[in-house]
């Protein structure tokens, strides 16, 4: 796993390939990691996105509610 220099140290785009490359090799936690971490420092809408795609893909494959609760305020959110 990436330590959050190295993460800063990504461009948006690798960062935003990188944390989708996880989560679609189920590494949940490190995705999330790299979407948090690159989004505190550019707010870029792309990593947003990744990161609410990320928490709706991991809903799915867990069904945890906790998450789908979660998930639909993140949807909410985003929509406003």
Known sequence: MLTQEEIRGLSTKDALYLGIAK???????????????????TNDFRLR???????????IITGSKKLIE???LDVEELEE
């Open 70 to 72: 979660a998930s639909s």
């Open 23 to 41: 989560s679609w090799n189920f590494e949940f936690e490190a995705a999330k990691s790299i979407f948090e971490t690159k989004l505190v420092q």
């Open 49 to 59: 996105l990744g990161l609410k795609e990320l928490i709706l893909f991991e809903v």
